[in-house]
């Protein structure tokens, strides 16, 4: 079965504290990698589309970046409004258009 | 450029009862697609719609059915309601499937 692994669960960071979520993936048929954000009570924010591995994409204090297995959020130097959760979700050949969510991580990103 | 509206965005039903959820989509995407996100849990995929014909379906049973209009507008109609059933019901459209998804705020459906 096709599926995503994301951690941690949940991290707290400092503001100006860099870090990084992992989302592991099942490696065979993936189509695309996607991050996105997600506010309580509010629907996924589309952040990034990842499609072959060494690829990375960027946008303000985010990076994500795709591995042969993993793929990786990098945040840099935080701020209190980066809290949210983070999923990350797979596409695969198999699956049609349907995409497979990770559990989220919570990030909490204190003043 | 218009995203995509659920509404309503709040319901209480009680169990057995029926419930309809609609959505309009992004202005150009024809593919929509249902999710449901229970409380801490990554979204569940229910199905998508693509030209008005269900092109794809996850493991809920066939009590959750849908629809797609011409105007690429879609619907989810979940019938005799369990408390289980009570979760967050997200519509995800694009312009062809394997493209970024957009989501609506979704739905906040609760049973009792």
């Known amino acids: 079965e096709d599926q995503v692994t994301q951690s941690p669960e949940a991290l707290r960071l400092q503001e100006g504290e860099s870090s990084s979520l992992n989302c592991s993936y099942t490696v065979s048929g993936l189509r695309g990698l996607f991050w996105y954000r997600q506010d309580p009570g509010k629907g996924p924010e589309f952040l990034f589309t990842l499609y072959s591995a060494g690829e990375e994409k960027e946008k303000e204090r985010l990076k994500a970046t795709l591995t042969k297995k993993e793929s990786f959020l990098h945040i840099t130097a935080p701020k209190p409004e980066d809290s949210a959760t983070y999923l990350c979700?797979?596409?695969?050949?198999?699956?049609?258009?349907?995409?497979?969510f990770g559990e989220g991580t919570q990030l909490t990103v204190n003043p | 450029e218009t995203g995509v509206t659920q509404s309503p965005t709040h319901l209480i039903k009680t169990r057995g009862q029926q419930v309809t959820l609609r959505c309009s989509s992004q202005s150009g995407h024809n593919t929509v697609s249902w999710y449901q996100q229970a409380l801490g849990q990554g979204p569940q995929f229910i199905f998508q719609y693509y030209r008005e014909e269900e092109n794809g379906r996850g493991n809920f049973p066939p009590r959750f059915s849908g629809l797609q209009f011409p105007n690429y507008s879609s619907e989810l109609n979940v019938n005799a309601l369990e408390l289980d059933d009570s979760a967050l019901y997200l519509c995800?459209?694009?312009?062809?499937?394997?493209?970024?998804?957009?989501f609506g705020s979704g739905t906040r459906l609760t049973v009792v």
């Open positions: 979700a797979g596409l695969w050949e198999t699956s049609g258009s349907r995409l497979t």
């Open positions: 995800a459209s694009s312009l062809a499937a394997g493209y970024g998804y957009t």
